[in-house]
């Protein structure tokens, strides 16, 4: 019997690493990610996980301890934020090209300086090239159900390369809400435990971890990049399983809501959606087809999806709470360059937000639409929430 | 001593026949690898006293127990010489590599 309870969304996704077993935890505390491995902590002594926590100095040695213990073939968790995910940097691509299928919960939060503990994805989306799968969730719900199929989806033979699972920095991590949390034997039947022909066994040894040369290393990172593509199309068959098993799914890559006959269609990442989503529907009380997609994965990026879901749209706007200084917001760079391939030429909106917790309201959102239907030249970038004049030029 | 074995090299030719997993096979090489050596130890049997001495002490693996004695894999040793410094009774000399 599933139970429901009252917890945040670091609750919610420590409870998501008990149901999956997790063998071999190591993490660093950093704001807003601490309460996920004080909760798995406290679950570890109390005995109710049975699993190895090992307590690191730093992120980079939290990474470098998981990707150790996932060579002797254990499932292995860890989680970060911000600094502590670009401290570990270095680690990612090791993890990530020696296919070692390492779950980590990652607490969007801005990058220093200014320094600031409250979110935007700018951590996570300065880090998509590092070879890891990227999914964002939305709520505490999707966030243990995420934690679990972030393992199926990580060890699949198709697959194996790590996952990291974005949780928006307090808006996710610290607002509580009720969460059906399945028992165990449901979670058991869809993930087994972890079994790999490829571990640290003396009796059975293998190479891991290689140097290739100019020879073939350029055809090693071919293998990798067919391996994320794979997730596209896996992460629908999961969610599948999940769904049938637990009663709840989430689809594939894309979420999407009205867009079959939607002029105006805003594109998200994580929690503020399901913001968008509800502006959607009081747009259609007025008449207005509008429309929402959240990308639930940034690595491997959706292209055809999009491109398909895109196709009917008057005008299509990228909410970003992110921004590449000098250029523009990294999703509206990864959304432009879709519809390029698709042959689109519907008009694009960058709608910068949220930056370091900024609060993007539903009357923002409004405005973001508002702009799409009329029709103004695309700028690069506008800023949205922002409270005093621009008078710098 | 498990001593890696030295197969013909494989041309690649395509991905399928890469490790596709990040990990692959071990204990193979596909190439002899001594091309450096400038100075060659020399093993002189009846001098040896079978402390193996010479055995623990090489960095790259090559020598290895035969008997009582050694033996030394010139397919893979880089003559750095360790061996002869090394060897209490004189049983390694290194010599110019020819």
Request: hydrophobic residues 40%; aromatic residues 8%.
């Amino acid at each position: 019997m599933s139970e429901t309870r009252f917890i945040s969304g670091d609750e919610a996704f420590a409870q998501g690493i008990r149901l999956a077993r997790a063998l071999v935890i190591s993490a660093y505390p950093i704001t807003p990610q601490t309460i996920v491995v004080e909760r798995l902590a406290e679950m570890v002594e109390e005995g109710q996980l049975d699993s190895r926590f090992i307590h690191v100095e730093s992120e980079h040695s939290a990474m470098m301890a998981a990707m150790g213990a996932s060579a002797v073939g254990a499932r292995t968790f860890t989680a970060t934020s911000s600094q502590g995910l670009l401290y570990m940097a270095e680690c990612l691509s090791y993890v990530s090209g020696g296919r070692f299928p390492i779950v980590m919960m990652n607490a969007n939060r801005a990058t220093a300086l200014p320094w600031s503990i409250y979110g935007d994805h700018r951590d996570s989306l300065s880090l998509l090239d590092c070879g890891w799968i990227q999914i964002y969730v939305e709520d505490a719900q999707e966030a243990l159900d995420m934690a679990v199929q972030a393992y199926a989806l990580a060890e699949a033979e198709e697959i194996r390369l790590p996952v990291m699972v974005n949780l928006d920095g307090f808006i996710l991590t610290h607002t509580y809400e009720p969460v059906d949390i399945p028992d165990q034997e449901t979670i058991d039947a869809f993930l087994p435990g972890r079994d790999t022909w490829d571990r640290l066994d003396p009796e059975n040894p293998v190479s891991m971890a290689v140097t290739v040369g100019p020879e073939l290393n350029e055809e090693i990172n071919i293998l990798h990049h067919k391996a994320s593509i794979n997730a596209l199309d896996t992460i629908k068959k999961v969610d599948d399983k999940y769904r049938k098993i637990t009663g709840r799914g989430y689809g594939g890559a894309l979420r999407t809501y009205l867009t079959e006959d939607a002029d105006y269609i805003l594109i998200s990442l994580g929690s503020i959606s399901g913001l968008i989503r509800e502006e959607a529907d009081r747009l259609r009380d007025e008449g207005i087809r509008a429309g929402a997609v959240s990308i639930r994965m940034m690595r491997p990026f959706p292209r055809d999806e999009l491109i398909r879901v895109l196709k009917g749209a008057r005008a299509v706007g990228v909410i970003d709470k992110d921004i590449s200084f000098g250029y523009e917001g990294t999703v509206y760079t990864n959304v432009n360059s879709a519809l390029m391939q698709g042959r689109s030429h519907i008009p694009t909106y960058d709608f910068v937000g949220g930056i370091g917790g900024r609060d993007i309201s539903l009357a923002d959102i409004e405005e973001c639409f508002k702009d799409m239907m009329s029709g103004r030249p695309e700028e690069s970038v506008k800023f949205i929430g922002t409270e005093v004049e621009d008078d710098i030029g | 001593m498990i001593k890696p074995s030295l197969e013909k090299k494989v041309k690649i030719t395509a991905l399928s026949q890469l490790p596709q997993g990040g990990s692959c096979r071990t204990g193979v090489l596909v190439e002899k690898n001594a091309g450096w050596r400038n100075k060659c130890p020399v093993f002189d049997s009846d001098k040896c006293i079978g402390c193996h001495q010479c055995y623990l002490y090489c960095p790259d693996g090559v020598i290895s127990r035969k008997g009582k004695k050694i033996k030394i894999d010139y397919d893979f040793c880089k003559g750095c010489g360790i061996c002869e410094r090394i060897c209490r009774v004189g049983a390694i000399h290194m010599e110019d590599e020819k």
